[in-house]
């Protein structure tokens, strides 16, 4: 019998929510999303996004229905300016997406659009500087500004906080709350901080399976879900909190 990485999980994410989907590793987090956005084809179930069955769509065609993820790992281009990367992602309005010898001319069009992102991630100042030379938290904003720029209908962030300090973790965050106004936000995250601060409804993970789900409060006190992840969890943050 081959290993089912998820199995029965139903999920339902309300529109213009905050919803963070928590769980130890290897409880089937990433899968998840992998699944949302055809990364891995299901072996069984159904995905559906605004009524429409996506569950056998192409990846393209699921980005472009306004399902846009964001990775653990910053995907922007390092050689490039902040602004250079968020016209990239803009030209899809244009029509002429990826094709990267379109002229100068026509993706100066994109540059008040531009800027009107990285001001929105609070990176105008830093337009015109080579992502290569931004601080780990600036590139995750900006993948941030990017991900924008395509316009998303449901935003999945995975790990959005992961590998940062104290000061860039309330940023990033203070930041998701802000863009998540008139937006469905779908996010996996470690840190619990974040989770409660953010999170309107969460759904815990264990084993390939929905544990418990509802909101902070309720999941928080759940003693499966204590005994499964958050117990450890606290311990290991006010660990990395003390250090």
Known sequence: MGFRAVSD???KVRRGHIHALIGPNGAGKTTVFNLLTRFHAPTAG???????DITAAKPADI????????????AVFPH????????????????????FWTSDRTLDRLNDQAMALLDSVGLAEFADVLVVELAYGRKRALEIATTLALEPELMLLDEP??????????RIAQLIKRVSAGRTILMVEHNLHVVASLADRITVLARGQTLAEGDYASVSTNPLV????LGTQ??????????
């Open 9 to 11: 999980v139903d999920l």
């Open 80 to 99: 490039m300016t902040a602004l250079e990367n968020v016209r990239i992602a803009l030209m899809r309005k244009l029509g002429v997406s990826f094709r």
């Open 226 to 229: 204590m005994e499964a992840y």
């Open 63 to 74: 980005a472009l229905k306004g399902v846009i993820r964001s990775f653990q790992i910053s």
């Open 234 to 243: 606290t311990e290991g943050e006010a660990d990395h909190a003390h250090a």
């Open 46 to 52: 159904r995905i559906l996004f605004n009524g429409d």
């Open 161 to 170: 906080t992961q590998g940062m300090g104290v000061e860039d973790v309330d």
